[in-house]
């Protein structure tokens, strides 16, 4: 069941009289490593959205311990990055749909706008996720590659020590990348940046995967990325991905995330 409680990163929430929510922001790098990496980082972002989102929820009532959400849209533009990480940031819902709907904003020490974040969700209950979860677990385990997936080098991806391959190399004119997230890779301890239940691929591992894709695609590692993605369905790990490349412009990329013959996922990149 999640702890939605116990909230690392946002705190402080005040609910204002125009019904948002104004947070503090850690800067706690030996807690949360992955506030080591840029504050543009795909890593960091996501994070940033999940947290921020579910420490506001909670502030206003509208998430339970007995239930679990799902996003099923993320959009973010990015801002200043020269002024480090957010300490401060507002959420602000929108009440016209059924669906959690949310906007975020984050501030740096200077009050310069880092990221905004657009997000929506489906929130539910279910008692026994982990039954719910099985029957595609039991699938994915069957398609599982037999330890013969082969990883890009990290230098052509320019990572650093935390960051962790996820990815495999791309083959000129070639329109698809393949990717393989693990237990092992995907999560703590073996990756110490990204973080999440355990249970599936989430929406940090997609952006990523799609970041470092993109530095294949391009040849080049210096690209800060705006975008948006969709996401349909869970995609498990231990099991081979494929992002399809379904449009390739001078300053956006978009892919079509799939695993197992099924599309789970859209992502656009823009620059």
Request: with cysteine.
């Amino acid at each position: 069941m999640p702890d939605y409680t116990n909230n690392p990163y946002a705190t402080g929430q005040v609910i204002t009289d125009d019904g948002s929510v104004a947070f503090d922001c850690s800067l706690d790098t030996q807690r949360l490593p992955w506030l080591t990496l840029p504050p543009h980082h795909p890593v960091v972002i996501q994070t940033q959205a999940f947290w921020t989102a579910v420490g506001a929820s909670v502030a206003l009532s509208g998430l339970e311990a007995t239930q679990w959400s799902a996003l099923t849209w993320i959009d973010w533009d990015l801002g200043d990055q020269s002024g480090g990480h957010a300490v401060r940031g507002v959420y602000t819902r929108d009440e016209s749909s059924d669906n959690p709907s949310y906007d975020v904003v984050l501030f740096n020490a200077a009050g310069a706008v880092i990221v905004t974040i657009r997000g929506r969700g489906v929130v539910f209950r279910n008692r026994n996720f982990e039954k719910w979860r099985e029957g595609s677990k039991e699938e994915a385990r069957k398609a599982a590659p037999q330890n013969d997936f082969v990883y890009a080098e990290r230098q052509a991806l320019g990572l650093t020590r935390h960051e962790r391959v996820l990815v495999a190399p791309f083959a000129t004119g070639s329109d698809y990348v393949e990717a393989l997230v693990t237990p092992q890779n995907g999560f703590p301890p073996g990756n110490p940046v990204i973080g999440g239940s355990g249970d599936h691929v989430n929406s940090t591992h997609f952006h990523e995967i799609a970041r470092q894709a993109l530095f294949l695609i391009k040849g080049r590692t210096d690209i800060d990325t705006s975008g948006e993605m969709t996401l349909r369905r869970y995609v498990e790990l231990g099991t081979p991905l494929r992002l399809n490349i379904h449009e390739d412009a001078e300053r956006a990329i978009t892919f079509e995330l799939e695993q197992m013959d099924r599309t789970c996922a859209e992502i656009t990149l823009r620059w």
